[in-house]
């Protein structure tokens, strides 16, 4: 590694350590021995994120009801982890999480952002983004699609160390006009509005000014990808830098739109709802597809880390997801299915292929694997709270985690198979085996009170440690996901 880019790395690793947190340890020093990386060799990284994605709406785990075969690209060069979690059951908090390696709670940012935007809420400037870590270690960085981190200057794309930006800053937006030829829009019985038009921080956006895009009359989706083509294409030209690329699809969340000819495919589903949700998911894997060329054809795929996860799980209420798997559903809730999501990752030169893995990895692993995978012997800032996704992929010897998660009133903790699941205001404490019960049907909590106390206390600590959160909870009710009773948070 070059001299710049250690010294760069240091700074930012020392930095993170002590922004934000209390009772950290001390400035992390990188290894004085290791073998410079020449600057050529640092990893490229693209994550692509997508959105309410079921976990078992991918065909990465062994199951054909959804083929995503492009998807599968990644898992079959990499990894597919069949225990990936990420920080939160919902859009902003997860995407908080992934982008700062970092529960998000911990700093606050413990709700959602709702569509008009919460007065103030967005991702506290003094909590580093990837891009920002980039940056100074020479990374060109952009981010395309959706971003639900803060609608105010402050918080934009291009204020958070990204270079360049597309997309729109809301939780959702109309994907296309629906008058556009060769449209399938579908009705589903939760639509909050009219498709008619963008509004408010659901409009189209580039660059540093957030100027407005005229592209209503463009899926979404295949804009997104042509925008990461793109920049892939630009980097290619000039290999002096790499690069860090965020492309972070909205589909196949709601509202219901895809083009004819991915609806056409599936004509076997009868659910004119779930036929599209199906081919919204068709048409996002063609995007990954397009992208993995892109690397392919201009010879920088091996050095490429890509990493592939959905924010949460699928939101029951559309009528869109696969209840018929219990993980199939469960977005704003702590059950599996709102927190266990698709994840797969590839890094052809750093990772060999490792099927599929059945380690609990998190969202904020992400994070800390890139910046080990450009210094290997750097020493990560205890505020970073994951650990590299290539070595849970290799088998590496790690102790066993122990994964808390949670919104107030609701938390859950896993530990190796078992899993805790705790709401405060319903005074309800249920321990689940969750790889011999994955519906999460038969409650041990008195039959293995020493795994409960020991998951409770794990809670209870992590709990302690939280700061109020920075704007208002939502709401919470009872809610019933594929014949489970649980607790919603919003």
Not at 53 to 70: C, E, F, H, K, Q
Not at 220 to 240: N, Y
Request: charged share 25%; proline share 7%; net charge neutral.
């Amino acid at each position: 590694m070059s001299g710049p880019v250690r010294k760069a790395l240091s700074a930012l690793l020392a930095a993170s350590a002590i922004v934000g947190m209390s009772g950290c340890v001390g400035k992390p020093r990188l290894s004085e021995t290791s073998a410079d990386m020449p600057a050529a060799r640092r990893p490229n990284v693209l994550v692509i994120l997508v959105d309410d994605l079921g976990w078992n709406d991918v065909s990465i785990y062994g199951r054909n009801d959804v083929p995503t075969p492009n998807i599968e690209r990644i898992a079959q060069t990499g990894v597919a982890f069949s225990s990936g979690y990420v920080a939160a059951s919902v859009c902003a908090v997860s995407r908080a999480g992934l982008l700062t390696g970092r529960m998000p709670q911990t700093f606050g940012f413990t709700y959602n952002i709702n569509d008009q935007g919460d007065p103030g809420a967005g991702l506290p400037a003094d909590q580093l983004t990837l891009a920002e870590r980039l940056k100074p270690l020479g990374y060109r960085t952009a981010a395309f699609g959706k971003w639900h981190l803060g609608a105010e200057r402050q918080f934009y794309p291009t204020n958070r160390g990204f270079d360049e930006f597309y997309g729109f800053l809301a939780g959702e937006t109309v994907y296309v006009d629906p008058k556009t030829p060769g449209i399938v829009t579908t009705p589903t019985k939760a639509d909050k509005y009219a498709l008619d038009e963008r509004k408010g921080n659901g409009v189209t956006v580039e660059g540093p000014d957030a100027r407005p895009v005229n592209d209503f009359d463009r899926y979404m989706t295949d804009e997104i990808t042509r925008r990461a083509v793109d920049f892939i294409d630009r980097s290619a030209a000039d290999r002096s830098h790499p690069f860090f690329g965020y492309v972070a699809y909205n589909a196949p969340h709601w509202p219901l739109q895809v083009p004819r000819k991915w609806y056409d495919r599936f004509a076997h589903i009868k659910d004119p709802v779930r036929r599209t949700y199906v081919a919204m998911i068709a048409a996002m894997d063609d995007g990954v597809g397009q992208i993995l060329d892109a690397l392919e054809a201009r010879g920088l795929r091996d050095d490429t880390m890509v990493v592939f996860l959905s924010d949460n799980g699928c939101p029951e209420q559309f009528g869109f997801c696969n209840s018929a798997h219990p993980w199939g559903a469960g977005k704003f809730t702590y059950i599996e299915g709102g927190m266990r999501v698709p994840f797969a990752m590839s890094w052809p030169r750093g990772l060999k292929p490792a099927g599929v893995n059945d380690t609990p990895v998190s969202a904020i692993d992400i994070v800390p694997t890139v910046l080990k995978a450009i210094d290997p012997k750097a020493v990560m800032p205890s505020a970073l709270g994951g650990v590299s996704l290539v070595d849970s992929a290799s088998g590496k010897a790690q102790t066993e985690r122990t994964l808390v998660f949670g919104q107030e009133p609701v938390y859950a903790a896993r530990k190796g198979d078992l899993k805790l699941w705790r709401s405060q205001d319903w005074n309800a404490t249920m321990l689940y085996d969750v790889a011999r019960d994955p519906a999460e049907s038969a409650d041990l909590s008195v039959q293995n009170s020493k795994a409960t106390t020991e998951l409770s206390a794990a809670i209870e600590a992590w709990r302690a440690e939280l700061p109020q959160p920075l704007w208002k909870r939502h709401g919470v009710r009872k809610v019933v996901i594929n014949g489970r009773e649980t607790e919603w948070v919003y």
